[in-house]
């Protein structure tokens, strides 16, 4: 066998050879070759290495030197030993011809196989990805307490939200993804959900359920198995995805955020993981674009979601004090004139569109347009962050919005958010963060602005498992000077697999 590929030189005797050794089966055949022909060469260390495997290319790069002289180290050639008679035995010569000619079927053969070989071998390698199911899961268990200052709570609209300390509690979100690619270039996801009844099952979220304050991955709260996500995404041209599906949720596409975005990872407020007054029915059937042209700096992004488009017309449970009765809530489903249906009211439309010049900033601009309980709304967000390092990373968000004609006349909230993550803090691999928000600023609900304060520390304790402490205060809750400061804890712990 032949290594020709590398810049290699050329030896005189095999004995220069230092891993070829008389007692080999090819000692021979070597010997001959180096000392009649002067056709062998070695690698820079003096070895032949006798078992590594030839390629076509090399045995034709070392088949061409022997034959028209391109190498420029010692040895003679077989072309110029050809030139004289006396160098190369007539009976060689003929036992080649002899060869040639008694194999001439079986050489054939086995090129038209080798060839066969390189087709299938070919083919394969564009068709090799067959549809795959990937199965992921995540289990998040908590434990929550917390407590607020003065008698009682208000919510924005006066009622009283409860005069009783809530009660230490336990909560816990159980999630199995289902992630099919049938061309390795798109995506299949159901995902199957069980979770705590709801808001009431942390302080933050009793408290103060209509501005923000409830903690995000306790959202939605379904004790019974449910189908939380089901979208097909798949790319009809390049740079381009589009993504239809029955049951969708508009932060997974929209409004990101690399240090405040994930309520298992890092924030978990919900006024701080999006844009509140940006996405006021984040959930339904739909259908989402994401664009990149050529790769480059911008991006642009659309979703529409139609909040009742695959169920029964739901009431304004996820937003504005879902789930607690009527007086509690910001905007009361009485009187709403909802329609539901793919079209009908409640349904959401945004626009994204993301300047990235490096991997260190990102700007968002954003359009939120759509109607609820029967408000032509209009929200215009920004949503920026900046790594100032490896470590120490910069966030924030701002909305401006209009909400029309609703049971409490015609409003302008504006909502702003902002705060500081650190990787690998104390140890390699942990995550924290501090932040603040002010989620629906507006002078005509209550008679002051509700800021919500959030600090977190993500601790990776094995591979598979992370346990963060977090800390709330909420001040003037509900927009409401009286109300105590509220202040609560809690411990969450991640498992993913």
Not at 424 to 432: K, Q, V, Y
Request: hydrophobic share 40%; with cysteine; net charge positive.
């Amino acid at each position: 066998m032949f290594p020709f590929i590398l810049p290699i030189a050329q030896v005189t005797s095999v004995s220069q050879l230092t891993d070829v050794k008389p007692t080999d089966w090819a000692f021979q055949s070597l010997q001959s070759l180096v000392e009649r022909y002067g056709c062998i060469a070695g690698y820079p260390d003096r070895t032949f290495r006798v078992n590594r495997a030839l390629t076509r290319s090399e045995f034709a790069t070392g088949l061409n030197a022997c034959l028209d002289g391109l190498r420029s180290t010692g040895g003679h050639q077989i072309n110029e030993q050809i030139g004289a008679i006396d160098a190369v035995k007539k009976e060689d010569l003929q036992v080649l011809q002899r060869l040639q000619t008694d194999f001439a079927a079986e050489l054939t053969a086995l090129k038209g196989r080798v060839d066969q070989l390189e087709t299938a071998t070919g083919t394969i390698e564009k068709q090799q990805f067959s549809t795959t199911t990937k199965l992921t899961g995540q289990a998040i268990f908590a434990v929550n307490a917390g407590g607020f200052g003065g008698d009682r709570v208000l919510a924005p609209r006066g009622a009283t939200v409860t005069q009783d300390q809530p009660k230490a509690t336990s909560l816990y979100r159980v999630s199995l993804d289902l992630n099919t690619s049938f061309t390795d270039k798109d995506l299949l996801k159901l995902r199957l959900l069980s979770a705590s009844p709801g808001i009431g099952d942390n302080a933050a979220g009793y408290l103060e359920p209509n501005l923000g304050s409830v903690l995000d991955f306790t959202i939605p709260g379904r004790q019974e198995v449910s189908l939380a996500r089901a979208y097909y995404t798949f790319s009809p041209a390049r740079d381009l995805s589009v993504t239809l599906g029955p049951q969708m949720v508009a932060p997974d596409f929209i409004d990101k955020n690399r240090y405040a975005n994930t309520s298992f990872r890092d924030f978990s407020t919900s006024a701080l993981v999006n844009n509140f007054i940006l996405l006021p029915r984040p959930g339904g059937a739909g259908a989402a674009i994401a664009w990149n042209p050529n790769q480059g700096p911008f991006s642009l992004r659309g979703i529409y979601i139609a909040s009742s488009g695959s169920t029964s017309l739901p009431e304004n449970q996820q937003f504005f004090g879902g789930g607690r009765p009527q007086d509690i809530r910001l905007f009361p489903a009485i009187g709403g004139g909802a329609k539901g249906g793919l079209f009908g009211d409640p349904y959401t439309g945004i626009v994204e569109l993301e300047y990235a010049p490096g991997k260190a900033f990102s700007l968002r601009l954003q359009y939120s347009g759509g109607e609820l309980l029967s408000s032509q709304y209009k929200v215009f967000g920004a949503n920026a962050d900046l790594a100032l390092s490896r470590k120490v990373g910069l966030f924030a968000r701002y909305g401006n919005g209009s909400y029309p004609n609703t049971i409490l006349g015609d409003i302008k909230p504006q909502y702003w958010s902002a705060g500081i993550a650190f990787q690998d803090l104390l140890r390699n691999g942990d995550l924290a963060g501090i932040g603040i928000a002010r989620p629906f600023i507006l002078s005509s609900i209550g008679n002051a602005t509700q800021t919500n304060f959030e600090g977190f520390y993500n601790i990776p304790v094995s591979k598979n498992f992370r346990l963060t402490p977090i800390v709330q205060v909420i001040s003037n809750a509900g927009n409401q000077r009286s109300n105590g400061t509220i202040v609560t804890g809690t411990l969450r712990g991640v498992f993913s697999f």
